[in-house]
């Protein structure tokens, strides 16, 4: 089992950076996939960034490539996504999952194929 929490969503301005964390508990936490989701009200859940077990490869959406970075560190069992020049688009509960697959992640994952979720943590972007 996997319990996830996430933090350091805020308010800033457009332009601004901000870094969001997601602390696991459970052992075999270096063995997940794990990804970022954001949903903005009345749109779907959406997936921003995506890292497999190893750390070895990453995936981004199209809208934050060049702007968000995902990391792990598997030894302090949390997950990070590093926000840049952030707009007023990225307004959103931010969520993290987890993907204990038996394989490492090939493309950016749908919501449907995490199974374990954080509460969310709200980003809000100002002009």
């Known amino acids: 089992q996997v319990q996830l929490v996430e933090s350091g969503g805020g308010l800033v301005q457009a332009g601004a950076s901000l870094r969001l964390s997601c602390t696991a508990s459970?052992?075999?936490?270096?063995?997940?996939?794990m990804g970022w989701f954001r949903q903005a009200p009345g749109k779907e859940r959406e997936p921003v960034a995506a890292?497999?077990?190893?750390?070895?490869?990453?995936y981004y959406a199209d809208s934050v490539k060049g702007r968000f970075t995902i990391s792990r560190n598997n030894a302090w069992k949390t997950v990070y996504l590093q926000m840049n020049s952030l707009k007023l688009e990225d307004t959103a509960v931010y969520y993290c999952?987890?993907?204990?697959?038996?394989?490492?992640?090939?493309?950016?994952?749908?919501?449907?194929?995490?199974?374990?979720w954080g509460e969310g943590t709200l980003v809000t972007v100002s002009s």
């Open positions: 999952a987890a993907d204990p697959s038996l394989l490492e992640l090939r493309s950016l994952p749908m919501a449907q194929d995490m199974d374990y």
């Open positions: 459970g052992r075999t936490f270096s063995s997940y996939n």
């Open positions: 890292v497999t077990w190893s750390g070895r490869s990453t």
